[in-house]
């Protein structure tokens, strides 16, 4: 009795508590502060039940169709290393696999269904399978995950219905720092998909693992439909209306209340970071979507634009043991000398390998080496068809097929050739990886195009099967198919250049202007001359696109093939005003268009037609020119697609609708950038400190119940400074606390240039005169005010 009462006091006053009770049914009842609140993910999430069903807890619980999900603003900062999570979870259907939670960017830690059986609930660790329980249908289920971290290890301890299921430890480096934990996602993958069908209820989470006899005493609270206890939280307040709602990730402290002046925008919500490639290498997954009994075999996007998939005992090493068919949908442009690898794992010497490739000229080839297995390699090529080059830049699609003893290589449909296999017909590929786009080397072989839809079968696919899929029909029969991977383009990172950003310009990115195109981007920015946004323009002869400023109060959109040119310009009145504005440069068939804040400005004739940009590189806030005419200002949200839109659609872009959401599809997305925000400089927050038109900007922060410190620390207070320049404008930048000035400095880059370092004008600590060399030291340090991602200082 004294276990299980000291056991309650402890599961009451959780860190963060969901009973969807209430009309607000993403409130946090542990913390009513709006920034802890959870968000719609996904569809239109209800607060009810299912018909002839009633809640665990209350009369209402988190009602999900299939279609929706929510996340939960909470991450390893905010949990601690040591943390619990406790759901109660009511599934009404298992024809299809599903998701009750996992971290939104990888699968760190996770429970849901797995392929063979849709009620069989699978949990991970550091993206490490820890192990599967069957739950029943129609009825109320509880799962607990426990994580404790010490000595460098990350333990789970897995319940269902009070019960310890499983218990699992993995290096907590994998969980922190290889993977991290960034959100939770309820009711939905890491992809948005496997949307869980039934009821969620009685989430609660807690900054300490629970025990076994604390999971008891919750296990049974939720039998006796009694809610958690949680203690009233007063710390929100309202400012006079004065405080302004910024989506983040915070730390515990928070701020009560926020007061900002001078800030440019209002209401900006982040959007779902799996939407984004942000300027740092994301290891981003490739999803296996065969559901093969022994998959899936997920890859991840990897270095030289390949993906690589872990050759595992049963895995798809297994496509060499019998009848199989591999195939791929490609585009290139390369020229004839230049081979490319579809999919493969050659490596010289003893090594078990099969290669699908282009080879030199119209050729196309498997490569099969069994090695030790007996028998000899096998090296079939065969031609495409002269009217259907295989490099024309268009969509193609390739087969290879063994079928008993007989080979065969198939294009578009259209068989090419066959020959007898002189392996011994059974042989397992060598590991640890698969790849695709290339294989174990990182030369010539590398495939100089894009990819899509690549399969492994292992069975040999019927002829009229090939020609379906080489017509883009669905597959219908899918038995025997080992893996699938329908999105194989990785993420196209970007890194610092100067004063600008820049990322290699290799397809799909470069593949842009063979078509329909869009460049778009919110900017803000107070100063004169030409500044480009985006683009590779170059003075030599080269293929470019620019969407810029100009010297001459344009705004322009700039094509380039070879040496001819063709632009399109619109007055550039009211853009340049403090104030943030939505840009579109597009071309639309054979029109070139131009559009600002929704609506068309300008239309022209393109003269020029389908190219591929063919610079080494593609730059944001600057271009490829010698005399870097940087764009002086912020830009946020700059997407890239290989698509036109309508009107509509551009009014929507324009009132800040998300890639996903709403009729803005993301399947011709190219891809998609946010700067200027401290998560773009590695800080876990969406607070953009900025000088507006006002000419002052004050950040002021209420704490409550704050306890005595010693010590302040104040971290990266300076992110970033473009369009202002204090040493020139006799401006200073002030830090107080309580009355006291802590630090007033004037800070900038004087008539040096802004990619040297910066300068120091002033300084004063504690309202006494300083050495001014103390804070250039620390400024220099930090990177000139950019501060690496992936730098821990």
């Known amino acids: 009795v004294i276990a299980s009462a000291h056991a309650g006091t402890i599961i009451d006053n959780p860190i963060a508590y969901w009973d969807f009770e209430g009309d607000n049914l993403l409130q946090n009842r542990a913390n009513s502060n709006p920034l802890f609140a959870a968000q719609v993910h996904r569809g239109a999430p209800t607060a009810g039940t299912l018909p002839d069903t009633t809640a665990r807890a209350g009369d209402k619980s988190l009602v999900l169709n299939g279609s929706s999900a929510i996340q939960l603003p909470y991450s390893q900062e905010t949990m601690g290393e040591s943390f619990t999570i406790s759901i109660w979870y009511y599934q009404s259907a298992n024809n299809t696999r599903m998701c009750v939670y996992q971290t939104p960017d990888n699968y760190n830690i996770t429970y849901e269904t797995v392929a063979a059986d849709a009620s069989s609930f699978a949990t991970y660790l550091g993206q490490v399978k820890v192990g599967e329980i069957v739950t029943s249908l129609d009825t109320w289920n509880h799962m607990v995950h ?13 319940y269902v219905n009070g019960t310890l299921r499983h218990t699992y430890s993995v290096d907590s480096d994998l969980v922190f720092n290889t993977y991290r934990i960034n959100a939770l996602r309820i009711g939905a993958n890491r992809s948005s998909d496997r949307f869980f069908q039934g009821m969620i209820d009685e989430i609660a989470l807690w900054d300490t693992n629970l025990s076994a006899a604390n999971v008891a005493v919750l296990y049974q609270r939720g039998l006796d439909n009694l809610p958690l206890n949680v203690s009233e939280d007063l710390s929100a307040f309202d400012l006079e209306n004065k405080i302004r709602e910024i989506d983040i990730v915070a730390s515990k402290p928070v701020p009560a209340a926020i007061h900002l002046s001078g800030w440019g925008i209002d209401n900006f919500h982040k959007p779902d970071i799996s939407t984004l490639q942000i300027m740092e290498n994301i290891v981003k997954n490739v999803n296996d979507t065969a559901n093969h009994p022994d998959g899936p075999f997920h890859g991840t996007y990897t270095n030289f634009g390949r993906t690589s998939i872990p050759l595992v005992s049963n895995g798809i090493g297994q496509i060499g043991l019998g009848d199989f068919t591999m195939e791929v949908r490609f585009r290139t442009s390369a020229p004839s000398a230049q081979r490319g690898v579809l999919i493969g794992n050659y490596k010289t010497g003893n090594f078990q390998s099969m290669n699908l490739e282009i080879f030199t ?3 196309l080839r498997l490569y099969m080496n069994p090695t030790n297995k007996g028998g000899t390699t096998v090296d079939f090529k065969a031609s495409a068809p002269a009217n259907n080059p295989v490099r024309n830049g268009e969509w193609h699609h390739l087969a290879a097929t063994r079928n008993g003893s007989t080979i065969s290589l198939w294009f578009d449909g259209e068989l090419l050739d066959t020959t007898q296999d002189t392996t011994p017909g059974s042989y397992e590929l060598s590991g640890p990886t698969l790849y695709l786009k290339g294989d174990t080397r990182t030369d010539t072989v590398l495939f100089p195009g894009d990819i899509e839809d690549a399969r492994l079968w292992v069975r040999c696919l019927t002829a009229i099967e090939i020609a379906d ?28 250049h100067l004063s600008h950003y820049r990322t290699p310009l290799y397809s799909p990115l470069s593949r842009i202007t063979q078509g329909d195109f869009t460049l778009e981007a919110f900017i803000w ?3 004169p001359g030409r500044g ?12 470019c696109v620019n969407l810029e400023l100009t010297s001459d109060g344009k705004l322009r959109l700039v094509l380039k093939k070879g040496t001819e ?5 619109a007055d550039d009145t009211g853009i340049r005003n403090a104030k ?10 054979s029109q070139l268009l131009i559009y600002v804040d929704g609506v068309q400005v300008a239309e022209t004739a393109d003269i020029l037609g389908n190219f591929v940009l063919d610079t080494e590189y593609f730059a944001f806030f600057s271009d490829n020119s010698t005399d870097n005419p940087e764009f002086n200002g912020d830009i946020r949200q700059a997407r890239i697609w290989a698509r036109s839109f309508s009107d509509s659609e551009i009014e929507a872009l324009n009132n800040n609708a998300v890639p996903g959401e709403g009729i803005i599809p993301t399947d011709y997305l190219i891809t998609y950038y946010i700067f200027n925000t401290p998560l773009s400089f590695g800080i876990d927050s969406d607070f953009l400190f900025r000088t507006s038109a006002l000419g002052e900007n004050i950040l002021s922060m209420a704490f409550e119940n704050l306890p005595i410190h010693n010590t302040i620390a104040l971290g990266t207070f300076l992110v970033q400074l473009e369009s202002v320049d204090p040493v020139r404008d006799g401006d200073y930048f002030l830090i107080r606390i309580d009355g006291l000035n802590i630090l007033k400095a004037g800070i900038g880059f004087g008539n040096a240039g802004h990619v040297n370092e910066p300068i120091v004008a002033f300084l004063e600590l504690f309202g006494e005169p300083a050495d001014p060399q103390i804070l250039s030291d620390a400024i220099i340090a930090t990177g000139n005010f950019y501060q690496d991602p992936t730098s821990q200082t």
């Open 565 to 569: 040119t063709s632009i399109l310009e």
């Open 580 to 589: 943030w504005h939505h840009l579109v440069g597009m071309r639309r068939g």
């Open 361 to 363: 000229g119209n050729i």
């Open 146 to 158: 426990s994580f404790r971290t010490a000595d460098n290890l990350t333990e789970v301890k897995v």
């Open 532 to 543: 480009v946004i985006m683009g590779n323009l170059i003075e030599t002869s080269a293929n």
């Open 525 to 527: 920015t107070t100063a």
């Open 469 to 496: 899929l080489a017509g883009g029909q669905e597959v219908t029969n899918r038995a025997d198919l080992l893996a699938e991977y329908i999105d194989v383009n990785g993420p196209i990172d970007i890194s610092t």
